[in-house]
């Protein structure tokens, strides 16, 4: 093969493979921009001691 069929073959192959690497880059170069907002944090409820609902819950649920 010649150098122009190679650099040909090349440039062919250039625009695939920078749009498969942007996909894969995509979602990673994502994480950072959500770490930075604080407001998409959801919070869980605090947790109450003493509480029997969980047990309830449980035993009211279980299949025979």
């Known amino acids: 093969m010649s150098l122009s069929a190679n650099i040909a073959k090349f440039l062919r192959l250039l625009p695939r493979a920078s749009l498969i690497l942007l996909a894969l880059a995509a979602p990673v170069l994502a994480v950072p921009?959500?770490?930075?907002?604080?407001?998409?944090?959801?919070?869980?409820?605090?947790?109450?001691?003493?509480?029997?609902?969980?047990?309830?819950?449980?035993?009211?649920?279980q299949r025979d």
């Open 33 to 61: 921009m959500m770490r930075g907002d604080n407001g998409s944090t959801i919070e869980a409820p605090s947790v109450r001691k003493g509480s029997g609902a969980g047990f309830v819950l449980l035993v009211s649920l």
